[in-house]
């Protein structure tokens, strides 16, 4: 069986990890545009908290004593399900019996007017990080187009290295696709207190040069009264699918896949940022673009490669962000309606989201210390996971939503979720994992 593993992302790397700890001698060729690496440690590799070696998850001769054969630098351009080919650019193609379609994500730039100028930055990939790494500078004005997710990754690392930090938002609130607006009304108030400049309801329409060589922003009509000496354009990301668009593969927002992560082609699977899979809280189908999704879908992957199909209990969406010593976090339905609030002193927010007494999803806002210190996001979560009726817990949890502990144990949650794990049995270290 030739395995073929397309992007040496998260995703493929789970899958390349996890058949080879099961199958040691399997045929396996890795294609990917990039060596493999985590994009989520970037941003502490930016605050230079991690070396750049940090951030790669396996070398290219580890995996060629693994027996890997590598295509790295080399990106896929075409499927041809008849021959079972994965075509590359400049030519050549590689056979598979098996592919895993893991190509991620690729960050996207509003078609503006002075977008591709010089000073002006993404964050997705490693190479953005080394630019950016290369510019930031004590007292720099930076500023960051987009306050979504991938804009708060970077938020930390810019004003650890003192810079003036300002962020631009289309929408009239930060992390719109993250917090509901009460919540981000608490953060925002927070960054500003911490000496963050934010503009909501700002639309980017173009950047010019000003003479002295900064930038200049302008939104809605007019020039913002500050000029940057870097822009960091963080305004979305899509999936890297176009590849295939003539590959017969059904494609909605995602690769649309079965419980065992098959395309409609049974040869072919997709994992991470481009699969659309099942979410676990709403039954509907949504791509996970997100770190633990990738993980846990390239490892049922490599399962199902090495002839150890397992069921993927589907995912839930999960965002959590830390800036300037505020946490903020979202998961499962954290947007939806039938939802009960609270808020303390000192930036503390809850909002609740329910169908009858079970838990569905959360908003969750506090210093980071002090949420992290309780662990109220992982009861939390484990109620949403668990999916438990609360009963009269649910009253207490509407009334008092800062008293989570008595709730998740006498829910009996832990017994639910104590026996889970991705693959029916628990995970092991990379290097012990392939010897064992
Ligand atoms: C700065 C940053 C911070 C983040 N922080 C978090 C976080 O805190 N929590 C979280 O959950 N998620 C986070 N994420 C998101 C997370 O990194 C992604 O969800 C995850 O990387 C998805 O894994 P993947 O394997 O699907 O894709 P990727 O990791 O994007 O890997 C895709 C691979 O495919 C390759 N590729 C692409 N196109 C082709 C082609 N045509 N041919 C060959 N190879 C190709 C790429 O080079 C890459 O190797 C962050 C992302 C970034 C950029």
Not at 156 to 161: G, K, R, T, V, Y
Not at 207 to 224: F, H, Q, T
Not at 272 to 294: C, F, K, N, Y
Request: net charge negative; aromatic share 6%.
């Amino acid at each position: 069986m030739k395995h073929v593993v397309v992007g040496a992302g998260t995703a493929g790397f789970n899958a390349i990890t996890t058949l080879l700890s099961i199958q040691p001698d399997a045929d396996v060729t890795l294609v990917s545009a990039e060596v493999p690496y985590a994009r989520m440690v970037l941003p502490y590799y930016l605050s230079s908290e991690i070396e750049e070696g940090n951030v790669y998850t396996i070398t290219p001769s580890r995996l060629e004593e693994l027996g890997v054969k590598l295509q790295l630098g080399a990106r896929a351009s075409g499927l041809d399900r008849v021959a079972k080919r994965v075509l590359l650019e400049g030519g050549g193609s590689v056979e598979y019996d098996h592919l895993l379609i893991a190509t991620g994500s690729s960050s996207v730039r509003p078609p503006v007017p002075g977008i591709d100028g010089e000073r002006v930055f993404d964050h997705w990939t490693l190479a953005d990080t080394q630019a950016l790494r290369a510019v930031i500078r004590p007292g720099a004005e930076v500023a960051i187009v987009g306050a979504g997710f991938i804009a708060f990754t970077i938020v930390n690392p810019l004003l650890h290295a003192g810079c003036k930090l300002t962020l631009i938002e289309r929408e009239p609130h930060v992390l719109p696709r993250m917090l509901n607006a009460e919540a981000a009304a608490v953060l925002e108030g927070w960054l500003r207190d911490h000496g963050v400049a934010i503009h909501t309801r700002a639309s980017l329409e173009r950047i010019e040069d000003a003479p002295d060589g900064s930038k200049r922003v302008i939104v809605n009509g007019s020039a913002l009264s500050t000029q940057y000496s870097v822009l960091v354009i963080a305004t979305g990301i899509r999936p890297n699918l176009e590849w295939l668009r003539d590959s017969g593969l059904s494609i909605d927002r995602g690769l649309i896949v079965d419980e065992q992560l098959r395309t409609n082609d049974p040869a072919v699977y997709a994992a991470g940022d481009v699969a659309e899979v099942r979410d676990a809280v709403t039954g509907q189908r949504a791509v996970m673009a997100i770190e633990t999704a990738a993980m846990e879908q390239g490892r049922i992957v490599g399962a199902a490669m090495a002839g150890q199909p397992r069921t993927y209990a589907g995912g839930m969406l999960m965002n959590v962000i830390e800036s300037a010593g505020l946490q903020a976090a979202s998961f499962g339905d954290w947007a939806g309606s039938a939802a009960t609030e609270g808020r303390a002193a000192g930036g503390h927010y809850r909002r609740y989201i329910w169908d009858g007494d079970r838990l569905t999803g959360a908003v969750i806002v506090g210093p980071a210390h002090q949420v992290a210190g309780e662990n109220d996001m992982g009861m939390l979560k484990g109620l949403v996971q668990s999916g438990r009726p609360l009963g009269r817990w649910q009253r207490l949890l509407a009334e008092r939503p800062f008293e989570v502990r008595k709730a998740f144990l006498s829910a009996g949650s832990v017994a639910d979720l104590l026996p889970r794990t991705v693959l029916g049995e628990p995970s092991k270290p990379l290097e012990a994992a392939l010897r064992s």
